[in-house]
């Protein structure tokens, strides 16, 4: 397809746009029902709604042949931690491959780090021009008493006159003042303190993220610079870094130091003129397999295997042994492949440039862990070997005990929880971009803010959703042991829960007291629900459905099993009565709301009533 093809096709698409803009409802009435929207979901709307409008300036920039270099805004926008498709996860990881560790702990915002202005000033603190002191004479006569040092390194006090302050340390202030005010005040006390405090500048330079001059408070340390300019970019030394002073070095920072012990003891303060210089990395390592920390490490000179392997946080329990290192070493044009034995002086072995050490598992057949809970002989951690099912897990650890309620098993795993918090994501999307539809169509005469309340309060339980990740599953040892397909194989990460027998029937949803009440066999459940109060004005009566302890998902009032039989519910059973979806028929997916707010009764009914 050729330009002048694609400058038609956009050429439609601004006119077919600038239509539904021309038609929608006027700022005022739009404005109005955005108001009552939480910050966060207005955000989205207009966001939503902001999108067909920003359409033109896309297409002009989109044929803009002009090649543009990084400007003001990209400190601001280092690679950093969010919610990634598949595609950018794996175009990240190779994009971050060869970072040292280190570097994308400069990836927040660099203002985040900016020094407080209100913290106590340290007795070392050197004075200079801007600098504001005050002094209280305590005596025959009680006053206040300010002055900036001026660029001659003066201030000028009340009864004392000009005295030298610049270059002093605030210490040696104090007591140079208390000197002046004693001998001139005769029967006088001083008290010496700052107020306002001088900017600095300094300059930050070599492999820096963003080289240059900068203007920062007296206070800032090494660190704080660093992170106001953006850190080190991807060639720079995280453990060299080099205070200059007068052209010479004052003091070399190991940022290592501080990411891995918490160590400032060299986070300099910095003084007018300074340099901070920042050289190229020069030797590194890369860590693989089981260690807690993986990855590319800077080494310096004389670190040792010991050194590296404190770098990436040790070994993962369980996971393998300093026996089990391999060492991939460059030994002039060509790599060797070393096995350390336990034999040799593993700790002291000098790391060199582009050694690669890696650990194995001490069991392949090793996978993760699962965690079993609750009524089983022998609850805790348990491995989890390569093709493992569920029943050989519970064998492990003892069976079940005699107190175990089977039918209430909460089975959980880390890749459902995830998908379903994706899913009520995804949910809240479609109900914002329902919200901007309907305001973007112009059929907003009879919105009022108390229909955008009930879709507000939705948006927000679906956002705030921290799902666990349960599967239905069946735990009972005879079917496991009777049905194959049941008895599947488990993953790291998996829990298993086993409950006691619980003696209640939990209501929840649009009832006037949700509540849990003890169970009764046969009774029906609307007998339960007017124990429960009854129905709220709210409520959808004809999609009540019930989640039984298994995690399985039963309707009520539209099942005959459940209508014509009064003793279907069971222990621990949550009966839900989801919000009548009429307060919504203003919304352009109309169809949509009933199923969410069924799924999103059924996130908010816990398992917290097969746990007391």
């Known amino acids: 397809m050729n330009k002048l093809t694609l400058i038609y096709f956009y050429v439609i698409l601004i006119i077919t746009f600038s239509v539904n803009i021309f038609a929608a409802p006027d700022d005022g009435s739009r404005n109005e029902l955005l108001r009552n929207l939480p910050a966060d979901q207005r955000e989205a709307v207009l966001m939503k709604i902001n999108q067909a409008q920003d359409l033109e300036s896309e297409i002009e920039t989109t044929f803009e042949e002009i090649s543009t270099s990084q400007g003001k805004e990209d400190i601001l926008r280092r690679a950093r931690e969010k919610e990634m498709t598949e595609a950018e996860k794996k175009a990240y990881e190779i994009k971050s491959k060869d970072w040292i560790f280190g570097y994308d702990i400069f990836s927040t915002s660099p203002t985040t780090f900016a020094p407080a202005t209100d913290i106590p000033v340290p007795n070392d603190y050197v004075l200079g021009p801007g600098d504001q002191v005050q002094i209280q004479v305590y005596g025959d006569e009680n006053y206040v008493s300010k002055s900036f040092i001026t660029r001659s390194g003066q201030a000028v006090f009340r009864d004392i006159g000009p005295v030298t302050l610049a270059g002093l340390s605030l210490e040696a202030a104090k007591e140079l003042l208390d000197k002046k005010v004693t001998t001139t005040l005769l029967g006088s006390e001083v008290y010496v303190s700052l107020g306002q405090l001088r900017s600095i500048s300094i300059y930050i330079l070599g492999s820096a ?76 390592a890369r860590v693989m397999g089981e260690f807690k920390r993986t990855g590319l490490f800077e080494i310096k000179s004389g670190d040792t295997l010991s050194d590296l392997i404190n770098y990436a946080g040790g070994i993962k329990p369980g996971k393998g042994s300093l026996s089990e290192i391999e060492l991939n070493s460059i030994e002039g044009s060509s790599r060797k492949r070393i096995k350390l034995q336990p034999g040799d002086d593993l700790l002291s072995y000098k790391i060199k440039d582009g050694d690669n050490v890696a650990v194995r598992s001490s069991s392949l057949d090793e996978v993760g862990y699962i965690e079993l809970s609750g009524q089983f002989k022998f609850p805790g ?142 009774i029906s459940f609307n007998e339960y629900i007017q124990n429960a109060g009854g129905f709220k004005d709210s409520a959808n009566k004809s999609g009540v459905f019930a989640i039984m302890p298994n995690g399985e998902v039963k309707e009520l009032t539209k099942s005959l099993l459940f209508k014509r039989s009064r003793s279907n519910l069971i222990p621990g059973t949550t009966i839900v009565v989801p919000r009548d979806p009429e307060p919504f028929n203003w919304l352009v997916l109309t169809k949509t709301i009933t199923p969410i707010l069924a799924d999103t009764a059924t996130a908010i009914a816990t398992v917290e009533a097969l746990l007391d």
Do not use: C, W
Not at 211 to 223: D, F, K, N, R
Not at 233 to 248: E, P, W
């Open 209 to 284: 993220f963003k080289p240059g001059s900068y203007t920062v408070s007296s206070l800032s340390t090494l660190t704080n610079a660093l992170f106001v300019s953006g850190g080190v970019d991807t060639n720079g030394s995280l453990r060299n870094i080099q205070v200059k002073r007068n052209g010479k070095v004052v003091s070399t920072f190991d940022f290592y130091e501080l990411l891995l012990e918490g160590d400032t003891s060299s986070d300099v303060r910095l003084q007018q003129g300074d340099t901070i210089f920042i050289p190229t990395f020069e030797t590194t």
């Open 381 to 522: 951690m348990y491995t989890v070997n390569r093709g493992e099912t569920l029943s050989q897990v519970m064998a492990r650890a003892g069976g079940l005990t005699d107190q175990a309620y089977l039918h209430g098993a909460i089975f959980t795993r880390e890749s459902v929880a995830r998908q379903q918090k994706v899913s009520a994501e995804r949910s809240a999307d479609y109900l914002e971009q329902s919200i901007a539809d309907t305001i973007m169509s112009g059929t907003i005469q009879n919105l009022t803010a108390g229909s955008l309340g009930p879709v507000s309060e939705l948006i927000k339980k679906l956002r705030d959703l921290s799902p666990i990740g349960r599967i239905v599953v069946d735990v009972n040892p005879v079917v496991l042991k009777a049905d194959p397909t049941a008895d599947f194989e488990v993953k790291d990460g998996d829990k298993l829960i086993i409950p006691k027998r619980p003696t209640s029937i939990t209501i929840v949803g649009e009832v006037i007291s949700p509540n849990s009440i003890t169970f009764k066999s046969g």
